[in-house]
């Protein structure tokens, strides 16, 4: 790995304090965390297993199968020996740590194109990979990693202000991992798989092993009372002793990030992607500011030169920006012909630098995508794409568009894009607010913009203030859809579970009919409440019961002691049907004689049974079943061709229902009808009971209900699309950077 991530093998350091017995405090945060920390990485190492596993079965050849089959037996042999590894290596960090920067700071000011460009593109993936990961937990945990690394460095007697150490640090348990991992022989698509899993289920879960770590120190009073005063010119934060904000929770820890640091993460991360820009333009030769027949035009003068882009007439909210297709602008050929116009007094030739050319070229790749994005919205793909030429203007002011997911005009696209995701191209937008909302966003980015950010700034509180409104609404919608749907399918799978339960009973049986008219018109009735009751009442399998019981009474019973159990069981059961057909109020005025008529046919019954019983005569032996040849035997035990295909479809609908079961509540899918017209709804809610998934729209009404295996079948004839709900410019570079490095491979 090289140096330039911030990644460094833990035998490249130094310890300090070595030869220093190990205090008591720091023996039981070790212990503590090691343990942790292994069972997290066992539960990553299961996830790589599931990840591969599931590329292999989707893979589209034998030599790519075979590739992740090859690289899940590797991780199975080798896991161990890995996890071992890490966990030894976690100890020692507590027995001689390493040397720490600032939990704020990762300096990459040392992170040049130069530098870059000697990595090779593997590696390169795996530092980007790493230096995300280290840069979010960073951010993610600094107020518990500053208050470590204060606490810790008071420990160890070599520490101090100018070195502090902190074992915990997010970098120095990244480093004890690759180090662990480098016995994997695998390629990079498996590497980043692995990397992928720590992050998430380890490097993700650090908290509570910080938190644990500051308690235990907290108690031994190792600084209890902990105030962040900024950092001193070291870059350290200092803790003040006395202070009289004790025990500070440590996501309440005040941080003040150094603009020259955050601004470093950003450029070294733009650099990377510009390497790989400059290496598949061929980026060899001497600069172009070095050619004395060149002006260079950058910085202001280029943001000057980009504002004198032709704009569009003075829009107006009545005109409808979201109409025809997306636009689509070249932009590198938009600043060439203005360039190509420009006259300067030196009769030198305008040109760009490598860097701005780079950047517009990123821009337009980032557009490309966006607008061949199946996942938004068409109505949004239309509107966002009128708005490359400001974001190629943010850019060019602000490179860390690409590297900061809060900065305003990012932010901004992702928020729209998000918001009208639930857009479909038959929608009347008109007379929805939120369409409204979001065209006049546009057409005042359109009008207004002139390199001041604040502007984004702005209609971004403003968009998230509607949003909040408008989310309040058609979440109380939604919530009421959910459980109208929820009482009414609950309700549908009662009555049908009813109807068939009597419907088997009564054709195996002859019932009289006044008893069975009794059945299906008043105690299906009661079995239908109890159905609905039954988690509070446990009911149901009592008024199943009552229907077993009333059949088996109404047929002969010639042993005496079920003609004693019979006599027992009559008059409960005439109570209980009594009473429950007075709860469903069943017949109120006649339910007397019904009884009466009941009492009746049970008594005839009986009676029945008795005579019959007098009159028993020898019955004859049923006549023996024919016996079967082998062939026919054979030929019922062997599938039909129907029967066949059957179980084909089954095995291959299986893989969507297991995609079906992975749509989580508020997921947004896309159904495409056989007619050719397309919609989009959220899911609500999953009725456990019927198997039912309700789907909402974007203002919480029900649009379609549809069953698990419906579902899978509609997916596997692609009509069922799972939409992809990441951050839109997030999704976007990931997109670019994956193109970037096959071109460059």
């Given at each position: ?14 310890g300090?304090?070595?030869?220093v ?36 079965n ?34 020692h ?7 720490s920067?600032?939990p704020?700071?990762?300096?990459h ?10 990595i ?56 004890a ?34 938190d ?11 600084i209890p ?59 060899g ?45 070249d ?145 109380l ?19 049908e ?140 035990q ?70 698990r295996?419906?579902?899978a ?28 490095r096959?071109?460059?491979?």
């Amino acid at each position: 790995m090289n140096k330039q991530s911030g990644i460094h093998y833990l035998h490249e350091h130094k310890g300090l304090g070595k030869g220093v017995a190990v205090p008591k405090e720091i023996s039981k945060i070790r212990d503590t965390v090691v343990a942790g920390l292994g069972d997290l990485l066992q539960g990553a190492f299961d996830a790589v297993d599931d990840s591969l596993f599931e590329l292999a079965n989707n893979a589209r050849s034998n030599n790519e199968q075979n590739r992740y089959f090859e690289a899940m037996r590797e991780i199975r042999i080798k896991r161990k020996g890995i996890e071992k590894h890490f966990q030894t290596s976690v100890g020692h960090l507590f027995v001689t740590p390493p040397r720490s920067t600032s939990p704020e700071v990762v300096d990459h000011s040392t992170t040049t194109a130069e530098t870059l460009s000697l990595i090779q593109n593997d590696e390169l993936e795996e530092q980007v990979a790493l230096n995300a990961m280290i840069t979010k937990s960073r951010a993610y945990f600094q107020g518990p990693l500053i208050q470590l690394q204060a606490r810790f460095s008071a420990i160890y007697p070599n520490a101090s202000d100018e070195e502090p150490v902190n074992p915990l640090a997010p970098e120095h348990l990244c480093s004890a991992f690759v180090e662990a991992a480098q016995a994997l022989e695998i390629q990079i698509r498996e590497r980043l798989i692995v990397l992928k899993q720590f992050d998430r289920y380890v490097v993700s879960n650090l908290g509570m092993l910080l938190d644990e770590a500051n308690r235990i120190l907290i108690q031994a009073g190792i600084i209890p009372n902990f105030r962040f005063h900024g950092k001193t010119t070291s870059g350290t934060p200092v803790a003040e002793p006395g202070s009289d904000k004790a025990n500070t929770p440590a996501s309440e820890a005040p941080f003040q990030e150094s603009p020259e640091s955050g601004a470093n993460r950003d450029n070294a991360i733009f650099e990377q992607i510009r390497n790989m820009l400059a290496e598949q333009r061929g980026g060899g030769g001497q600069p172009r500011s070095a050619n004395p027949n060149v002006h260079i035009v950058g910085g202001a003068e280029l943001f000057q030169l980009l504002a004198n882009i032709p704009h569009e007439p003075q829009l107006s909210g009545s005109d409808n920006l979201s109409k025809g297709e997306p636009i689509v602008v070249d932009l590198h050929e938009v600043v060439e012909h203005l360039l190509a116009q420009r006259k300067n007094q030196d009769g030198k030739t305008p040109a760009l630098n490598e860097a701005d050319e780079d950047l517009i070229n990123l821009v337009s790749m980032l557009f490309e995508f966006i607008l061949d994005d199946y996942n938004l919205s068409a109505p949004i793909q239309v509107l966002i794409s009128r708005l490359q030429i400001p974001i190629l203007k943010v850019v060019i002011k602000d490179k860390s568009f690409f590297s900061r997911a809060t900065h305003p005009a990012r932010k901004l696209l992702n928020g729209l894009a998000r918001a009208g995701i639930g857009w479909s191209e038959s929608d009347e937008k008109s007379r929805d607010k939120l369409y409204e909302q979001i065209h006049n966003i546009v057409l005042r980015i359109l009008n207004e913009f002139d390199g001041d950010i604040t502007l984004f700034e702005q209609l971004n509180d403003e968009f998230d203030q509607f949003l909040a409104r408008e989310n309040r609404k058609s979440t109380l919608v939604e919530q009421r859809t959910r459980e109208s749907e929820r009482g009414r399918i609950k309700s549908q799978k009662a009555q049908e579970t009813v109807d068939k339960l009597l419907q088997e009973k009564l054709a195996r049986h002859s019932i009289p009919d006044t008893i069975r008219n009794i059945l299906i018109n008043g105690w299906s009735r009661v079995m239908f409440l109890s159905y609905l009751r039954n988690d509070v009442e446990h009911r149901w399998n009592q008024s199943v019961r009552v229907v077993d019981d009333l059949i088996w009474c109404l047929h002969p019973h010639l042993e005496d002691d079920e003609r004693d159990q019979w006599v027992r069981v009559v008059p409960g059961l005439l109570k209980a049907l009594r009473s429950g057909l007075e709860e469903v109020s069943y017949n109120s005025t006649g339910l007397d004689t019904m009884m009466s008529d009941l009492k009746h046919e049970l008594t005839e019954a009986f009676r029945a049974h008795a005579l019959a019983e007098a009159r028993e005569t020898p019955r004859d032996e049923p006549p023996a079943p024919a016996t079967q040849t082998d062939e026919q035997i054979l030929a019922e035990q062997s599938p039909t061709a129907v029967e066949r295909q059957q179980e084909i479809e089954d095995a291959a609908t299986a893989e969507y229902v297991n995609k079906i079961d992975g749509i989580a509540i508020g997921q947004w899918v896309e159904f495409n009808l056989v007619n050719g017209s397309r919609f989009r709804c959220k899911l609500s809610a999953i009725i456990d009971e019927a198997d039912c998934f309700v789907f909402v729209n974007r203002m919480g009404l029900k649009v379609i209900e549809k069953a698990r295996i419906e579902l899978a079948h509609e997916m596997r004839r692609g009509r069922l699309t799972i939409l992809e709900q990441g951050a839109l410019i997030d999704r976007a570079l990931d997109a670019v950077v994956g193109s970037l490095r096959r071109n460059t491979g």
